[in-house]
């Protein structure tokens, strides 16, 4: 059973900036695709981010510019950097392992997810 475990995530002032943490065990880091997802009340899933094996990175259109997805396979951990947040930021966001070391933005496309943290921006 693999576990994906975020952590940074509460109330936050619009302008940030947090950083989002998954642990991931390493031999999913070492061979996988990671992403973040997001999902706001009332609203689909959708793709925030997500960092390839190789350390190429993808964005979605609403973060893009602002959030920066890292990974730090020494400390077996992805972090998502966000700043210059916005109210319409505030959701539940996922860690999510990919099925293979390519970036996808489908959900679809990746295996494992961790239960969620909740991120609130206050204007």
């Known amino acids: 059973q693999v576990q994906l475990v975020e952590s940074g995530g509460g109330w936050v002032c619009a302008g940030g900036p947090p950083r989002l943490t998954c642990a991931a065990p390493?031999?999913?880091?070492?061979?996988?695709?990671m992403g973040w997802f997001r999902q706001a009340p009332g609203k689909e899933r959708e793709f925030v981010a997500g960092?390839?094996?190789?350390?190429?990175?993808m964005y979605g259109d609403s973060v893009k510019g602002r959030f920066t997805i890292s990974r730090d396979n020494a400390k077996n951990s992805v972090y998502l950097q966000m700043s210059n947040l916005k109210p319409e930021d505030t959701a539940v966001y996922f860690c999510?392992?990919?099925?293979?070391?390519?970036?996808?933005?489908?959900?679809?496309?990746?295996?494992?997810w961790g239960q969620g943290t909740q991120v609130t921006v206050s204007s």
């Open positions: 390493q031999r999913i880091l070492s061979s996988r695709s």
């Open positions: 960092i390839g094996w190789s350390g190429n990175t």
């Open positions: 999510a392992a990919g099925k293979f070391a390519t970036i996808m933005a489908d959900q679809a496309e990746y295996e494992y």
